[in-house]
């Protein structure tokens, strides 16, 4: 990784060191490889169960090729939950997201989408893990499901009927990010009816919902009426699905006045490293998350990028590894067992060490912000300050190694992690020119550096 010396305030961790709980972005953060890979996650001490029962991800937009090829790395790392993004159930393959028509939740899922997802289900169920049937019938959508008709909650059932005679067990309802149907009552009612259809077939049947307010701890002017209002008319064994008290930072405290609020089991949906289908990517370790927080959270969720599934897995270990142990949890230590576990050769190290650094994420840089991109922003850092030609073309000439290398090292892999890399390059070649050579006097000697850009 091109190193900006300036801008270190602090020396390098070395990997068994832990990273410190408030790290401060670009400043101190680098990776450093383990001599050798040991086993990852840790095994637990003897008599010791794992942090949370329940440690998996959701998919973000996938498509059922992606689903099949994160389920055998998330059973091989200790996960055991998978979700699938409710987006995946959308028209995806004839309409934009965000298109209303897009969202037809009323009618029944096309032949080769439902065989597509049993597929998913029984790959799923031969690898050990648990997977949970997701859909949010209110988002972008030109129907909302708690519009008080029976009729609503038939054609919603339709699809959870599918996934139960599947052998799916878990099931979640999402009114997450909607601007209809907020209403706590209408869809409580609609959860318990759903949930009482289930269970009339199988007891066991477990339901999350993701309510419209899910983060925080609950005490918001709109937020703390709305939970309340769950506490009284949600089964009180639904789980509800809570995203931390931001993005940045997750704690036991704001867990505990959430749950009392609600007055309902909590799942921890975590957004990270998920980048919203935004060209960037958050690959950095899982920090800032409370090491107690299990002993208030049932189940953990790791939140996926979009495009960038294979990459993903570089955090998605890191999260699995918080979730297998949260109190021994180092994240210095996990990105780089991350990183050997998922290389096969020294040279497949670096080149997924360097890809790191350059884009360790939103949140060490503590912004929380999934469209964030750290490689513009470090390349608009250097070249704001004074006489940074030099600087900046070493900077894009490392951004092209590391291309480069990613492609000899990885062949066949890594393609859109690969395309928002070169996307970026090529943004900054064209922000570098429209930057120095504007610039009268800054040319001359340093030219050399940027004849190949």
């Given at each position: 990784m091109f190193i900006i010396l300036s801008l270190a305030v602090m020396p390098p961790l070395r990997a068994e060191e832990s990273m410190p709980v408030g790290l401060n972005p670009q400043k101190d953060f680098w990776v450093t490889l383990p001599r050798e890979p040991r086993a990852f996650p840790e095994s637990l001490p003897a008599g010791k169960a794992p942090g949370f029962k329940w440690r998996g991800i959701k998919g973000w937009m996938w498509t059922p090729e992606q689903y099949l090829a994160e389920i055998p790395v998330l059973a091989r790392y200790q996960g055991n939950f998978l979700m699938n993004c409710y987006g995946s159930m959308c028209d995806l393959e004839h309409f934009q997201w965000g298109d209303p028509k897009c969202n037809r939740w009323w009618e029944p899922l096309p032949a080769g989408k439902k065989t597509a997802y049993e597929t998913i289900v029984r790959r799923c169920q031969e690898s050990g893990i648990t997977f949970c049937f997701s859909m949010n019938p209110n988002l972008s959508s030109s129907r909302f499901v708690n519009d008080g008709t029976p009729e609503s909650v038939d054609l919603l059932y339709q699809h959870y009927a599918w996934m139960q005679g599947l052998g799916v067990h878990w099931f979640n309802i999402s009114l997450d990010d909607i601007t209809t149907g907020i209403n706590a009552a209408g869809q409580a009612k609609v959860v318990n009816e759903i949930l009482a259809r289930l269970r009339a077939r199988d007891p066991g049947v477990q339901m999350v919902f993701c309510p419209t307010f899910y983060s925080g701890d609950g005490t918001g002017k709109e937020q703390q009426p709305y939970l309340e209002t769950l506490a009284r008319e949600l089964d009180e064994q639904v789980y509800l699905f809570w995203t931390g008290d931001s993005i940045v930072k997750?704690?036991?405290?704001?867990?505990?006045?959430?749950?009392?609020?609600?007055?309902?089991?909590?799942?921890?949906?975590?957004?990270?490293?998920?980048?919203?289908?935004?060209?960037?990517?958050?690959?950095?370790?899982?920090?800032?998350?409370?090491?107690?927080?299990?002993?208030?959270?049932?189940?953990?969720?790791?939140?996926?990028?979009?495009?960038?599934?294979?990459?993903?897995?570089?955090?998605?270990?890191?999260?699995?590894?918080?979730?297998?142990?949260?109190?021994?949890?180092?994240?210095?230590?996990?990105?780089?067992?991350?990183?050997?576990?998922?290389?096969?050769?020294?040279?497949?190290?670096?080149?997924?060490?360097?890809?790191?650094?350059?884009?360790?994420?939103?949140?060490?840089?503590?912004?929380g912000n999934t469209g964030f991109n750290a490689v513009q922003y470090q390349f608009q850092q250097i070249t704001a300050k004074p006489h940074s030609r030099e600087v900046a073309a070493g900077y894009l000439e490392n951004l092209q190694g590391i291309s480069s290398q990613l492609k000899k090292q990885f062949p066949g892999h890594y393609q859109p992690e690969a395309e928002t890399l070169d996307g970026d390059i090529q943004t900054l070649k064209a922000r570098f020119a429209a930057h120095y050579e504007s610039q009268s006097g800054d040319h001359g000697a340093t030219n050399h550096r940027t004849s190949n850009l």
């Open positions: 997750v704690t036991r405290k704001a867990a505990e006045s959430f749950r009392h609020i609600s007055g309902h089991r909590l799942f921890l949906w975590d957004n990270y490293p998920v980048n919203d289908n935004h060209p960037t990517m958050h690959l950095g370790p899982l920090i800032n998350r409370d090491p107690d927080i299990n002993e208030v959270v049932d189940g953990y969720m790791s939140n996926s990028m979009c495009k960038q599934n294979e990459i993903n897995r570089i955090p998605m270990l890191t999260c699995l590894d918080y979730a297998w142990n949260p109190d021994s949890y180092n994240p210095s230590r996990s990105i780089g067992q991350a990183i050997l576990h998922l290389a096969e050769s020294s040279a497949q190290r670096q080149v997924l060490k360097d890809l790191v650094e350059a884009y360790p994420g939103m949140l060490i840089y503590g912004n």
